[in-house]
């Protein structure tokens, strides 16, 4: 008979040891996408072994779900959608490089309507005024100094000969004669200088007339350079003119097809060229545009009249400008 508890002592009946847990991987998984690849490195240690985790349970779609909502940047799911935000920027496209033109051209046209709303002459003329002054004074200066540097030796030499003349004749420094002399070479030095005052001051209105034009021609820059960036604008508001004529056109054609021609004579009406041609009126109001669709509603599905509304307080925007441009 076997002794109690013998059968747990054999050696074959002993219990089988647990296994040792796998080595864990530290490899990274193989990306198909670059952008996968960028966002797995941007995340710390124990993200990316979440990742592994949910990439060996679940499958590769949830792992790069989490993988998007980890990194915050772009990842492409299986099938090649790519969702999420791109790391960097996009790279242009035709209609984007358009897009920045004519919005940044619409900007320009904004700054400097802006600046000629604000501009009044009288501050112009008072933020140059201090430095007018100067200049005209530093012109008299330089014209008398130049007077003055000329004529010293000449105006000595003759007060000095008025005196000889006195001194020749014997007459009394005192007497009439003497005071005539001597008054007819005082008037005539008295009126050189006073031709050179006059030139003096002429010289000085035109430093101030010089840099008046400098001043003017500085302020009107912006203005000027205007020409030059104005393209991508009216070439944007043009096409905004052409859509919304083109769109026109195809509800009158609608309104006729259906014969609703109260509702085409209207629509008519809206058109800048009174149904199709032509470029006088002004560009539709909101009040046209919500006008239009309610004359449309029933026909098709119409966008929200809202946004149209506001689309179209661009083009009523660039109105003036585009006849300006053409005129």
Same mark, same amino acid.
């Given at each position: 008979?076997?002794k109690?508890?013998?059968?747990?002592?054999?050696?074959?009946?002993?219990?089988?040891?647990?296994?040792p847990?796998?080595?864990?991987?530290?490899?990274?998984?193989?990306?198909?996408?670059?952008?996968?690849?960028?966002?797995?490195?941007?995340?710390?240690?124990?993200?990316?072994?979440?990742?592994n985790?949910?990439?060996a349970?679940?499958?590769?779609? $949830?792992?790069n779900?989490f993988? #998007?909502? @980890?990194? +915050?940047? /772009?990842?492409? *799911?299986? !099938?090649?959608?790519?969702v999420?935000?791109?790391a960097g920027?996009?790279?242009?496209?035709?209609?984007?490089v358009?897009?920045?033109?004519?919005?940044?051209?619409?900007?320009?046209?904004?700054?400097?309507?802006?600046?000629?709303?604000?501009?009044?002459?009288m501050?112009?003329?008072?933020?140059?005024?201090?430095v007018?002054?100067?200049?005209?004074?530093?012109?008299?200066?330089?014209?008398?100094?130049?007077?003055?540097?000329?004529?010293?030796?000449e105006?000595?030499?003759?007060n000095?000969?008025?005196?000889?003349?006195?001194?020749?004749?014997?007459?009394?420094?005192?007497s009439?004669?003497?005071?005539?002399?001597?008054?007819?070479?005082?008037?005539?030095?008295?009126?050189?200088?006073?031709? $050179?005052?006059?030139?003096?001051? #002429?010289? @000085?209105? +035109?430093? /101030?007339?010089? *840099?008046? !034009?400098?001043?003017?021609?500085?302020?009107?820059?912006?203005?000027?350079?205007?020409?030059?960036?104005?393209q991508?604008?009216?070439?944007?508001?043009?096409?905004q003119?052409?859509?919304?004529?083109a769109?026109?056109?195809?509800?009158f054609?609608?309104?006729?097809?259906r014969?609703?021609?109260?509702?085409?004579?209207?629509?008519?009406?809206?058109?800048?060229?009174?149904?199709g041609?032509?470029?006088?009126?002004?560009?539709?109001?909101?009040?046209?545009?919500?006008?239009?669709?309610?004359?449309?509603?029933?026909?098709?599905?119409?966008?929200?009249?809202?946004a149209?509304?506001a689309?179209?307080?661009?083009g009523?925007?660039g109105?003036g400008?585009?006849n300006?441009?053409?005129?």
């Amino acid at each position: 008979m076997a002794k109690k508890g013998a059968l747990a002592k054999d050696p074959k009946k002993r219990a089988t040891p647990t296994p040792p847990p796998p080595a864990k991987n530290t490899e990274a998984p193989k990306f198909k996408y670059e952008e996968n690849k960028a966002a797995y490195g941007g995340l710390n240690e124990k993200q990316q072994a979440r990742y592994n985790t949910i990439l060996a349970n679940k499958g590769r779609a $949830a792992a790069n779900k989490f993988l #998007q909502t @980890a990194s +915050g940047g /772009q990842v492409v *799911m299986p !099938g090649g959608k790519r969702v999420g935000q791109p790391a960097g920027p996009a790279a242009p496209t035709p209609e984007s490089v358009t897009e920045e033109g004519f919005m940044g051209a619409g900007q320009a046209y904004q700054d400097i309507t802006q600046q000629f709303r604000d501009f009044d002459p009288m501050q112009m003329q008072q933020q140059y005024e201090q430095v007018y002054s100067q200049e005209m004074d530093r012109a008299r200066q330089n014209i008398m100094s130049q007077f003055e540097r000329r004529n010293a030796e000449e105006f000595e030499r003759q007060n000095v000969d008025v005196q000889r003349q006195i001194a020749e004749r014997g007459l009394d420094p005192n007497s009439p004669a003497a005071q005539a002399l001597m008054k007819q070479n005082t008037q005539r030095q008295d009126l050189a200088r006073q031709e $050179a005052m006059s030139a003096a001051e #002429q010289s @000085a209105q +035109g430093v /101030q007339q010089q *840099m008046f !034009g400098q001043a003017y021609q500085t302020g009107m820059m912006p203005y000027e350079q205007w020409g030059a960036i104005q393209q991508p604008y009216i070439a944007g508001i043009s096409a905004q003119y052409q859509a919304q004529e083109a769109q026109l056109q195809r509800d009158f054609e609608a309104a006729m097809k259906r014969g609703d021609r109260a509702s085409a004579e209207r629509i008519a009406r809206m058109s800048r060229g009174g149904g199709g041609g032509g470029g006088g009126q002004p560009a539709l109001t909101p009040y046209d545009i919500l006008e239009r669709q309610r004359l449309l509603a029933g026909d098709q599905p119409q966008p929200n009249p809202w946004a149209a509304a506001a689309g179209s307080f661009a083009g009523s925007f660039g109105a003036g400008l585009l006849n300006q441009g053409g005129s």
